[in-house]
């Protein structure tokens, strides 16, 4: 059922055959799957997705697996929530939130990407996966491997969050806490990567693995009922996403699955880990590192891996960069809940801090329909929000003690 | 000073995994390493001496980048490490067999495609005994 071609890459234009292999041999750039789009337009008429399961399988064909998906099966297809009290708390007509935060089984996005790269090394023979990881990658491998039946090594900077620790090691995976930050965690896979014939998701297995995201930008376009949106608001870690949820909507176009339409991409990032927006507020996608300083700790990538290719999706698109202080992500982890129940973790709080800063400051046009990306579920980030959120001491089982305390001083008693 | 030499770049260096070179800079580096690896700067470096915006460099154990890039002088005892961006090996267990295997499978389905055109649809697919055979290895 495979439509994959090739992989080619993104630089020079050099292609290879479906192997594992992340980056190009010649220019060391990124390599991108390649389908046989006419075949698929050809064969694929996108009423034949209508009787599908609801999962990010139904778009298999735009996928690199060979065979039938074994991983990951019921991963995918999460809620396209409207979100008219944030869109009113923004000043903004139209915001749907597309909620990964409900995404099985690990509840983030990456559990597209791991559905994807699994898949990937059962057909290549891998019995070891891994991955480098800032939390939610490193759930999602250490699940669909436990699931799957394969050995897992799941390398993560020391200073996660306990949640995401406990959210790893449950499943029975070796975690590996490395001394040190996200970079030079990515740094040591890529030397086990090149020495032990493992299958490192986000390494080797790369240029299948971020094909999953892609699923996030079919679903949404599907779930808006086959249209893009005028805007779209993507936190950025790697930077992978965004390019992904780009590629998706140039697939579909390509397809005719959808109306051509420009969609522009925005990037969130916190502010202390801010090299891509940086870049894109310089105008240029040369991307300098940094050393990450902030509680979104899921997207503290100091040197992002495809932070080039985001500047240029960004930029390319007509969006812009932003990014907020660890405040603001608070608050907007706050705003969220308060106006569509929805808890998210930090990173989906840079997201709605970003939309609302970005309408402030006019550069997202509030009378568009605009889709915020909620990658990820706040319950994996309590501590973020647990120290503003203190519960009040206990009262007595008696009625007088409630309402003294929680009616006399609005007035209602 | 010793520098460490990534698997894809062990091409360059008959298989050697480390080297000792003398220079003073990044541009020197570039340079020391081509006339003992010929080849070598091109994949490691812009036409301008840049360095190649997919490898990244450490001294020691910080990026070449947080130490002033270009401009950091090397001191005696630094150790170099050359890391692609985005590694990828194309190490896969037993990998000459599942190679072959996949790619003449791809081949086949390809051939059969052109074939029978449009009407295709009934893809080639790798026996499923021994496609379990892969799965478990």
Redesign the interface.
Known sequence: MSYLIHLKCRECGRTYPAEPLAACEECWAPLEAVYGYDSIWAEVPRSALASRPKTMWRYRELLPLEGEPRDGLATGFTPLVPAPRLAEALGAREIYLKNDSVNHPTLSFKDRVVAVALGKAREFGFDTVGCSSTGNLANAVAAQAAAGGFKSFIFVPADLEPEKIVGTLVYGATLVRVEGNYDLVNRLCSEIAQKHSWGIVNVNLRSYYSEGSKTLGFEVAEQLGWRLPQNVVIPMAGGSLITKVAKAFGELQKLGWVEPAKTRFFGAQATGCSPITTAAKNGNPEITPQKPATIAKSLAIGNPADGYYAVKTILGSGGAGEDVSDAEIVEGIRLLANTEGIFTETAGGVTVAVARKLIRQGLLNPDETTVLAITGNGLKTIGAVSQELAAEAAIRPMLADFEERYLAAAGAA | MKIRI???LRKFTGGAETAEVSAENLKELFEALESQFPGIKQ?LSNPDGTP?????I?VN?E?I??LGGAGYTFREGDEILL????????????ASV??LY??A??TF?FTV?QAHG?E??R?A??PERL?EG??Q?
Do not use: H
Request: charged residues 30%.
């Open positions: 990534p698997p894809p994949a190649q915006r997919f490898i990244n450490y154990d990026d980048r947080f890391i692609p961006a985005i590694a990828g090996g194309r190490d896969v267990p037993t599942r190679l996949n790619r499978c791809l389905d495609r449009p295709r649809n893809r697919q790798c496609v892969r799965r290895a």
